[in-house]
């Protein structure tokens, strides 16, 4: 019995400190939302902890029930979500960035058979830097799927895209094109002819991008639909 409790101690004495209780975060929870995720890493390397959370409000109101003779779930949930990102410092956590306009919401209307563009990626931390990972996947009336990846690095208080990745594939076909953008070095990779039903030689090109702008998370939009979205000096346009 001493030998279970002794190890016990260990491990939570071992255990990483990236999962902050609620009650810490509990001032950043409003009435009437909860929490999706919260993640903990070092977002600008001062050796501590950072937090990154996305919460759901709950409004009733927006929850909608299906229209008559459409596929999908019975209940679209339409609530916005909000990104928070928290830095910590001796004196404790302090907010730096919040968005209510960025996350998608678990639901779309006109997209019955939409699944969560969360599930299967979300916001993470990954080597320093934030992550987010989006889904275009509907179980009927598209064969289509979309996967993005933004990868943003800290500068000061602000975050930088620094990578967006974009694959796009038929569940019908099994195409697959994929692209991927460093705005570090100021180029695109662009991959075309994949197959994931067959093998084919992919064909490999790259680019150099037309602009050098910086972007950051405060100002620009995830929702683009293209496969390149800074156009020249523009984000989404």
């Known amino acids: 019995m001493l030998r279970s409790l002794h190890l016990l101690l260990l491990a939570f004495l071992a255990?990483?400190?990236?999962?902050?209780?609620?009650?810490?975060?509990?001032?950043?929870?409003?009435?009437?939302?909860?929490?999706?995720?919260?993640?903990?890493?070092?977002?600008?390397?001062?050796?501590?902890?950072?937090?990154?959370?996305?919460?759901?409000?709950?409004?009733?109101?927006?929850?909608?029930?299906?229209?008559?003779?459409?596929?999908?779930?019975?209940?679209?949930?339409?609530?916005?979500?909000?990104?928070?990102?928290?830095?910590?410092?001796?004196?404790?956590?302090?907010?730096?960035?919040?968005?209510?306009?960025?996350?998608?919401?678990?639901?779309?209307?006109?997209?019955?058979?939409?699944a969560d563009p969360l599930e299967n990626g979300g916001v993470s931390i990954a080597r320093g830097n934030l992550v987010i990972e989006l889904q275009d996947w509907r179980s009927c009336g598209s064969y289509g799927v979309v996967n993005e990846k933004f990868t943003f690095r800290a500068q000061g208080t602000r975050f930088q895209l620094v990578g967006y990745d974009r694959s796009e594939s038929s569940r019908s076909t099994g195409e697959r094109s994929e692209y991927s953008t460093n705005y570090l070095t100021g180029k695109k990779k662009t991959t075309t002819g994949l197959n994931d039903f067959r093998d084919f030689k992919a064909k490999v090109a790259w680019k150099r991008l037309a602009s050098q702008r910086a972007f950051y998370l405060n100002d620009i939009s995830l929702s683009c639909d293209a496969a390149d979205p800074a156009q020249k000096d523009n984000w989404c346009q």
């Open 15 to 114: 255990a990483p400190s990236f999962a902050a209780p609620p009650d810490a975060l509990a001032q950043w929870i409003p009435n009437g939302w909860k929490v999706i995720t919260h993640n903990a890493g070092d977002l600008n390397g001062d050796g501590m902890d950072d937090v990154v959370l996305v919460t759901e409000a709950t409004n009733p109101a927006n929850f909608k029930k299906k229209p008559e003779g459409s596929l999908g779930p019975d209940i679209l949930n339409l609530n916005p979500r909000r990104l928070t990102i928290l830095l910590r410092s001796f004196s404790g956590l302090k907010e730096v960035l919040r968005r209510d306009d960025l996350l998608p919401s678990e639901s779309a209307e006109g997209m019955d058979c939409l």
